[in-house]
């Protein structure tokens, strides 16, 4: 009992020291591009877990297009995942609803006469995504399990029982170690277009989602009120996590309020000496690459749209050569120079 409460201590001063920095350092919010992109600029939209750091490159690329004094190439613009109901992704282009979420994305990016370029996902490519689709590894991210500080939750929980509670085989705390509280567990998931979600059930071992997993929340947004409580179980991308405190790139909503990440096992997610997710957890199975996904006809092109494709998110692209500092500020580990921009697919 007592090691449990000293590991669970350990992980809030974790927290307080994390929160303590992200208040120094002012929230960057993550936002809609302030113009409307021009036909033939290219737009992303989909995964939450990317959708900041994405806002950011999108920012200083076109910046840098600018101080080269470049104003005919394509600039590049990202879509939030969530905001209002309808977008026009670019001039001349049809409303659509937002996409909210990897899937999301990925589906809209698939509709036919779709002004959407990009697609971001926190997902590697699934058997049912069609075999066109074409998925540009630019960062690494890891997920992991998150409970509220001062909780009945243990510092740490295996896959096996994190699949056990998400199957909902384990669905009391007594039944991870006699000695915890004797209370009902609270599993959560995000939406269901979220490739955090996917990933993260895969990862624990697929379980057959039970009846009393409740799913609806935003992905790495640990302050919605309904993730309170002293029982929630709640998936949240380590990079994530780090950006809302360390990075401070928090917002009002996007921010893990009283949640704290916890070990897989013996694998620990963050490294607290370099405030980076740790490399043991990154090269685990709850280790993940983050993707922007095209259209392969579009990627391959010879056109000035494939070009300005490549020249952002290829492997020598600006994002590959010019964005390592802004992937690490967001959280995220920077790919090795062999595997950033590298492509598969279904």
Known sequence: MRKTAAKLLAVAAIATSLATVATVAAGTASADPSVTPAAQDIVSAGSDTTQAVSTRLSTDYNAYLTSIGD???????????????????????????????????????????????????????????????????????????????????????????????????????????????????????????SGTRAFFLTAIGNPTVGSCVQDGPEENEGVDTRLAGADTVFPYSVASYLSQTVGGHSTPTSAPGSLTLRNVGTLVPVNTTTNTINAPFAASAFGRVV?????????????????????????????????????????????????????THS
Do not use: M
């Open 71 to 193: 104003t005919t190439s394509p600039r590049y613009y990202s879509w939030d995942a969530t905001g209002s109901t309808n977008i026009t992704l670019k001039s001349g282009a049809s409303s659509i609803v937002r996409p909210n979420g990897s899937g999301a994305g990925i589906t809209e990016l698939n509709t036919s006469g779709s002004a959407l370029d990009v697609a971001r996902s926190s997902r590697a490519p699934k058997s049912t995504d069609p075999a066109s689709d074409i998925f540009v590894a630019f960062a690494k991210d890891a997920v992991t399990w998150s409970a509220n500080s001062g909780g009945h939750a243990p510092a740490s929980l295996t896959a096996a029982q994190l699949k056990g509670i998400y199957d909902c085989s384990i669905t009391n705390w007594t039944q991870i170690n006699a000695s915890l509280t004797n209370a009902t567990i609270k599993p959560w998931l995000p939406q269901a277009s």
């Open 291 to 343: 993707y922007n996904v095209v259209r392969d006809a579009e990627w391959t092109a010879t056109n000035a749209h494939g070009t300005a494709l490549r020249a952002i998110f290829g492997p020598s692209g600006w994002i590959c050569s010019n964005g390592t500092n802004d992937i690490k500020s967001y959280g995220f580990l920077p790919l090795p120079a062999a595997a950033c921009g590298s492509t």
